[in-house]
């Protein structure tokens, strides 16, 4: 079911702006990698190529390559919508859609696709998505209630649910957890340590100690000037990362000696 | 010692007092000075040479302004003395504003409700000479039913997609000049007056093509003139969907026409509803563009595609134009019908929007 992605040599543009230049990485299957970095140094920018959402900006454009599994996704023939409908994404503020209930929403995937599905497989989608957000106790009895109206950690625990619910391989997070509590926080990351056993992911952080305790692997990248195109600096597993970095960059920014 | 020091203590406590709670007017201060102006405004007005309601009323306004302002800032001080100013300011400013619509209202409902019967809403103007009472509004609430529905079927479509292709489309295209050149047109558009569109409709539908003066071609010149304001009400809305729902949208594996149609749309649709509805308020009262297409009938023809047909505003115009008492109170009550129909439509399309719209808990 996870697959394994390889990043190949990747340059991210904003029209004529290069704000990305040169990154190899490989991510594992059924593990969790994070990307951390300062502020603009492009890390969200990779993440959004790996599910072709970069080139919703217009203007933006890639070269180099995103392999999943050895299948190039950016190559010509292969369809957008096919490669986010596999690639999952998690965003930073908790977004369900505002016109539709808690369970429209997580079938929202699955209804809006086109493909036709009975009512019992729908409702069978609807409670296995949430009880893997672990938001089924907490929503069960008020399905028909707007989506809006629950709580922020409850929010992005259901958007969570409205990603798995179309079952990708990979689920990609941006900050999933920067406009949350301490609570929801941690409810995300235990979610997190569930989900991994099913799905690869990538999640992008701010947080350092939450990259600690979530992920297998860490890439840290950064900016080696203002205007200048961000870069990897490393990337290796977290316990290596954080006990014994391979760049002296890497140590000042986890250990806050940075800029 | 001991004596001295409590001494100033309580000195300083009254002090203290006097800084936080400081000295205000009494509470009948704002009715007292309110009666006492209009009373000398009254007395003005026997006495001088101030005359008439409204310009004993002003007297009095500045009366009161005066009178408040210059108590307060003896008694109050500066800050107060502003604060009161301000305030009867905002009180007049929302007054003057609020006043013709009260009036306008207030009239249309005085004048035009004694017309209304059964009879008004079920019969025609045919046979019935401008000098008798009765005859009714039928055949113009049909036309005017009729020639706005129209306009809007073809109006709200075309505006929204034009809309749609704005926000959504033309950033990404790569000529801006179409988008560039819908954003001029729509803007030009909103100044162009309503006689040149029912003129434009004349010269182009009935005139080149040959087309019968009809309903028809009432709605299409009511169409143009409605297309400028819902594009923009609908672009702005559509901006105010933040991006973060469409790319989650996508990120879930729905085409983009999938998330136009079923998550932008849908969100945004409270506000273009709301603009649709203004649109078609304003065309709904338009005479001009009537008279040049469709002109008039006094006889009920609910065939908007063939001959001329009625419709409020000119059903207005052509009774207010007759001039005799009878024609006069007729055009009231179609001035009040004309508003009741259009508050009927605006409480209907507000109740689609709350059911379909985004959901509050």
Not at chain 1, 86 to 106: A, D, L, S, Y
Not at chain 1, 127 to 136: D, H, I, P, Q, V
Not at chain 1, 205 to 226: D, G, K, W, Y
Request: one cysteine or more; hydrophobic letters at 45%.
């Amino acid at each position: 079911m996870a697959k394994r992605i390889d990043v190949a040599d990747l340059d991210i543009y904003y029209g004529s702006f290069k704000a990305v230049e040169n990154v190899t990485l490989a991510v594992e299957p059924r593990s969790v990698t994070a990307f951390i970095g300062p502020s603009g140094c492009g890390k969200s920018s990779v993440l959004r190529t790996l599910n072709r959402l970069h080139e919703v900006i217009p203007g933006a454009y890639i070269t180099g390559k995103v392999l999943l599994d050895g299948e190039d996704i950016y190559s010509a023939d292969v369809d957008p919508v096919n490669v986010r409908r596999t690639i999952g994404m998690v965003f930073q503020r908790p977004n369900p859609f505002p016109t539709m209930t808690i369970r429209e929403n997580v079938t929202a995937g699955l209804t809006l696709d086109g493909a036709r599905r009975s009512k019992a497989e729908l409702e069978q989608v609807v409670e296995k998505s949430l009880r893997g957000a672990n938001l089924w106790d907490e929503v069960k009895d008020r399905l028909d209630r707007p989506g809006a109206g629950l709580s922020g950690g409850q929010q992005q625990r259901l958007c969570i649910a409205r990603a798995i619910a179309v079952e990708p391989q990979v689920l990609l997070m941006d900050e999933p957890c920067s406009a949350l509590d301490p609570i929801s926080t941690l409810a995300i990351e235990d979610l997190i340590e569930q989900l991994k056993l099913n799905f690869t992911i990538v999640i992008v952080t701010h947080n350092m100690q939450q990259a600690a305790r979530v992920s297998e692997t860490t890439a840290f990248f950064n900016l080696p000037a203002i205007g200048q195109p961000g870069r990897l600096v490393e990337i290796a597993p977290t316990e290596q990362i954080f006990s014994n970095p391979g760049e002296q960059a890497t140590e000042d920014y986890i250990s806050g000696r940075f800029g | 010692m001991a004596t001295v020091g409590s001494g100033k203590f309580e000195r300083s406590t009254s002090l203290l007092q006097d800084a936080l709670a400081g000295r205000r007017l009494p509470r009948w201060g704002v009715g007292a000075v309110g009666l006492t102006s209009l009373l000398a405004a009254y007395l003005l007005n026997v006495l001088t040479v101030v005359d008439g309601v409204a310009g004993t009323f002003l007297v009095a306004v500045l009366l009161f302004v005066i009178g408040q302002t210059g108590w307060s800032f003896t008694v109050e001080g500066r800050r107060h003395a502003v604060d009161r100013l301000a305030t009867t300011t905002v009180y007049a400013a929302f007054l003057i504003a609020v006043t013709p619509l009260v009036a306008v209202l207030g009239t249309v409902l005085v004048k035009g409700f004694p017309v209304f019967s059964a009879q008004f809403f079920t019969t025609s103007m045919r046979n019935v000479s401008p000098r008798s009472e009765g005859g009714g509004l039928y055949h113009a609430l049909i036309g005017t039913l009729e020639q706005v529905g129209l306009a809007a079927l073809i109006g709200v479509p075309i505006g929204v997609l034009a809309a749609v292709y704005l926000v959504e489309y033309a950033p990404e295209a790569k000529s801006r000049r179409l988008s560039s050149a819908i954003s001029f047109f729509v803007d030009v558009m909103t100044g162009v007056p309503s006689v040149v569109i029912g003129l434009f409709i004349y010269t182009a539908f009935i005139l080149t093509l040959g087309l019968p003066r009809s309903g028809f071609a009432a709605s299409l010149a009511l169409a143009i003139l409605m297309l400028p304001v819902i594009v923009r009400t609908t672009e702005e809305m559509l901006r105010l969907v933040p991006r973060d729902l469409r790319e989650s949208s996508l990120a879930l594996g729905i085409p983009r026409w999938k998330t136009i149609l079923k998550v932008v749309l849908p969100t945004a649709l409270g506000g273009i509803i709301t603009g649709a509805m203004l649109s078609i308020a304003r065309v709904a009262g338009e005479t001009a563009p009537l008279l040049l297409t469709t002109f008039l009938s006094q006889s009920i023809n609910s065939n908007p595609f063939k001959g001329p047909q009625a419709a409020l505003p000119t059903f207005i115009w052509d009774q207010f134009t007759s001039g005799t008492d009878a024609s006069r109170a007729r055009a009231w009550g179609g001035a009040l019908t004309l508003i009741v129909l259009i508050m009927i439509l605006y409480a209907g399309a507000k109740v689609i929007a709350r059911l379909t719209g985004a959901k509050k808990s």
